[in-house]
């Protein structure tokens, strides 16, 4: 069974930063991509960043230019880099692990936008 465990979500001023962290039970090598998702209330989850383990990278528009996700596979970790945070970027924030024929979920980290 993988577990993925994600943190450092809170509340932050619009302009504001965070960088969240993803730990993963195993190693992440074996994922072909890990990714960040995200809800808000009354919304679909949708795609933020995604990662490959050959480090390539992808970024919804939303992301482009101020998020940066990354991966520290000695640590089994992914991050997400947040900067410039707006009101709209409040939601639960949910890693995610897939291999070919599964993925994996973590339970997700509160992040609120807010003056």
């Known amino acids: 069974q993988v577990q993925l465990v994600e943190s450092w979500g809170g509340l932050v001023q619009p302009g504001g930063s965070l960088r969240l962290s993803c730990a993963v039970s195993?190693?992440?090598?074996?994922?072909?991509?890990m990714c960040w998702y995200r809800q808000a209330p009354g919304k679909q989850r949708e795609l933020v960043a995604s990662i490959t383990n050959a480090g390539r990278t992808h970024y919804e528009d939303s992301a482009k230019g101020r998020f940066t996700i990354s991966r520290d596979d000695a640590k089994n970790t992914v991050y997400l880099e947040m900067n410039n945070l707006k009101p709209e970027d409040a939601a639960v924030y949910y890693c995610?692990?897939?291999?070919?024929?599964?993925?994996?979920w973590g339970q997700g980290t509160q992040v609120t936008v807010s003056s």
């Open positions: 195993r190693i992440i090598s074996i994922f072909n991509v």
């Open positions: 995610n692990a897939r291999e070919i024929s599964f993925e994996y």
